[in-house]
């Protein structure tokens, strides 16, 4: 056995959801009873929140909305500690479909190259997160991502056609792969 005990799935997630619907009504919609008893909980958060902040605040707004949602993050990661006090956490950075470039197709030719240092700074506060606390490990999808976006031929890209900023089954499949890895010191 493996100490994460019996699974059973509660899905909390939000399509389209930022940091602050997971502060509010995803962790409030979980009974107190399904919180002590979780052993296992997945964080992806951040992504929303960075290009809600560019498309409404362009690029000088988003200065100061990265550091407000690295606050917001670090506040999230301290708030589903304590909401589940028995679990593992395993805390997602946020991929990149543009692999490093900046250059999204559609998107880009609204807000021109998208500054990718914000990105960078979310994802190292994301790092950081997991890194203080025992029972906290880093699923670091972006670095597994990297060279399956936009760089990549068509065949190897990990990110859904239609709309790129989103994953595919691959893509899909490959977080789930860098999840169980960052749990495998955790599964006897």
Known sequence: GHRLGDIRKVDACIDGGTIGDV??????????RVRQSTRLVTVTAGGND????????????????????????????ETVREA????????????DPTDGSGQLPGLSDVVGTLPMEHLDRFNDAVREAA?????????????????????????ERWYW????????ATGASEIRRVWLDALAPHLD
């Open 23 to 32: 502060l509010g009504r995803q962790l409030e919609g979980i009974h107190e």
């Open 50 to 77: 960075l290009l809600g902040a560019l498309f409404e605040r362009g690029v000088d707004g988003l200065v100061r909305s990265t550091a407000a949602g690295i606050d917001r993050y670090a506040r999230l990661a």
């Open 84 to 95: 589940f006090p028995a679990a593992v956490i395993v805390l997602t950075t946020v991929y």
């Open 131 to 155: 890194a203080a606390h025992h029972d906290t490990v880093l699923a670091d999808v972006h670095a597994h991502f990297l060279g399956h976006g936009t760089s990549a031929a068509e065949e």
């Open 161 to 168: 056609l239609p709309n790129p900023i989103e994953p595919g």
